[in-house]
């Protein structure tokens, strides 16, 4: 009797591995094609969240502050660095993901439909120039958005104003722009229709208050009292981190027979406007208590923007006097 083990057939193994992998060859593909996008795409964004995590946390590091927040107390530049690369990284994530996914639609293509090549180019030929003029609005909305972020434009945390929508920008994506406003209300933005940006938290900002004075008082004290309180908010321990340059009386902006506007202006930091705005209208409203000044009725009192504006401000109350009435004469005379 026979005792010795049969030996094992590679010929017969690796035939069997090649008719099976002839026969799910297609499968195979299609999942390898499929596993490959999604590692690559993970990876790609891996790597582009690094680098932005890196130069933000290196802008902040440099700064020695713990939140963006904080670092646009620092050097402006750093500030805008990291607006800019979050809305970079944001933009690139996008680009990756459509990239990729085109791709691996023409290769799932390819591959299920191998023979049908040719009649795939003539009808994605036919069925793009029938959505060509569908899809411009698409292409437009891209390429607006790539040119905003390049341009910079604005960048993620920047209060602007796109138009219809007012708000902090929290995501800057291939098409669509998403602004929060001040009530919450989150805007989706088209990029393509976004026509000009005012980005408020671009460089520097500026504080103007227009201040109305009685007619009769004494503008040079109200002018010294109005600088001094702003120029003792402007250098406290509070505020002079936000406060860029000093304050300035820039005179009188309108006269009219009820009041005299005056003019201040104080440079702040970028989206810090509004609360040195805040502090300072209530720093000369008690300033002015202090030296018995009333303020006359807003409602009386028209200022001329057109210098700012380019508006021209309609003057409900009449710029013409009446003739003091003469005094009588002595019965006498």
């Known amino acids: 009797m026979d005792d010795t083990a049969p030996t094992f057939d590679w010929v017969d193994f690796w035939a069997g ?79 990756i993901t459509a990239i990729i996914s085109i791709i691996v639609l023409l290769l799932l293509v390819s591959i299920v439909f191998p023979n049908a090549t040719g009649a795939f180019a003539i009808v994605s030929a036919a069925i793009g120039a029938g959505l060509g003029f569908g899809a411009q609005n698409i292409v437009k909305d891209v390429l607006n958005g790539i040119f905003m972020v390049a341009e910079d434009q604005l960048g993620v ?92 009386i820039w005179g009188i902006e309108s006269v009219t027979a009820e009041a005299i506007v005056i003019r201040l202006v104080m440079k702040a930091r970028p989206s810090e406007q509004w609360a040195v705005a805040r502090e300072l209208r209530l720093r000369l409203k008690l300033a002015l208590d202090e030296i ?13 923007n057109r210098e700012t504006t380019g508006k021209t401000t309609a003057n409900p109350v009449s710029m013409k006097t009446k003739p003091l009435p003469t005094a009588e004469k002595d019965s006498d005379e």
């Open 292 to 304: 018995d000044v009333n303020l006359p009725a807003l409602n009386r009192v028209v200022i001329d």
């Open 157 to 248: 945390g920047d209060i602007a104003d796109l138009g219809e929508a007012t708000g902090t920008v929290e995501e800057v994506g291939l098409r669509v722009t998403k602004v929060r406003s001040v009530d919450g209300t989150l805007w989706f933005v088209r990029n393509g229709e976004i026509l000009r940006v005012g980005n408020f938290s671009h460089d520097w900002a500026r504080v103007i208050i227009d201040l109305p004075a009685p007619y009769t008082a004494d503008v040079a004290a109200i002018q010294e009292k109005l600088l001094q309180t702003a120029n003792t908010m402007a250098n406290s321990a509070a505020w002079r981190s936000k406060i860029i340059e000093k304050p300035e």
């Open 17 to 95: 591995l090649g008719s099976f992998v002839a026969t799910w060859q297609v499968p195979f593909k299609v999942l390898f094609i499929l596993v490959g996008a999604v590692i690559l795409n993970w990876a790609l964004r891996i790597t582009i969240r690094r680098v932005v995590d890196r130069v933000v946390n290196g802008a902040k590091k440099r700064h020695r502050v713990d939140d963006t927040q904080a670092l646009i107390a620092s050097p402006l530049a750093a500030a805008r660095i990291v607006q800019r690369t979050r809305a970079l990284g944001t933009v690139f994530n996008s680009a």
